[in-house]
């Protein structure tokens, strides 16, 4: 299965099994992520989630197969907004927990969480421009929330991956595990939902429902989005897709 859900006393683990691609995202997984989601903001008993990543990381990107071909009328029509959407649309407590790789879309389904755990191998980056692309579920607009407009404009534009202590001194993430233990990132991530789960569900959801409001208003997510989108039938997408599976470096042509 490439999701694996555990359920907990009082709480959920999602954990995101494509390990031999890096748990990249696919649209069938990551419907599958919204689909739980949808189910435990239903379930009284589950009052928060916790997302993980199998076998060292969290997620490294999107499937590039299927961006490979897709057209800008294809992205328009894309089902992965509606499952983007529901997991933005969670309204309990969302804790990603994130080990190794959590790049392009796997980073923007991080910064979709409410907490962010760093264990000590996390790499985080928004390399889509490596692509000829930009973030397209709105990634570079809460990066640059939490992180501020110059780090922001720096990942994104230079495709730059960062450590976790960078993240944590930014801002990205709520927490960063130092010890250097296979389990103690998904531990503390588990210990974290447990305690939350034990608090008022009613306030947790109405908090997280004003402080997501307060942030988005100010953020152009469907700009960023729209943007995406028309790159989808530019060269310099196919040029660096074609680059990025050869191991070459692209050369793009700005069309």
Known sequence: MELLIDRMDGWARLTLNRPAQKNALNTALLGAVAGALTEFAADPAIRAVVLAGAEGNFAAGADIGEIEHKTATEGAADPRKAHWAAIRAFPKPLIAAVEGFALGGGFE???MADLMVLGPT???????TNL???PGAGGGQRLMALAGRARAMRMVLTGEVI???TAHDWGIASYRIVEDAPDACPQFAAQLAARIAARAPLALMAAKSALIAGEERALALAEERAAF????DSADKSIGIRAFRSREKPEFLGK
């Open 122 to 128: 996390a790499r985080l980056g928004l390399p889509e």
């Open 163 to 165: 450590d976790a202590a």
């Open 109 to 111: 389904l991080a910064l």
């Open 229 to 232: 989108e028309n790159l989808l």
């Open 132 to 134: 000829g692309l930009i």
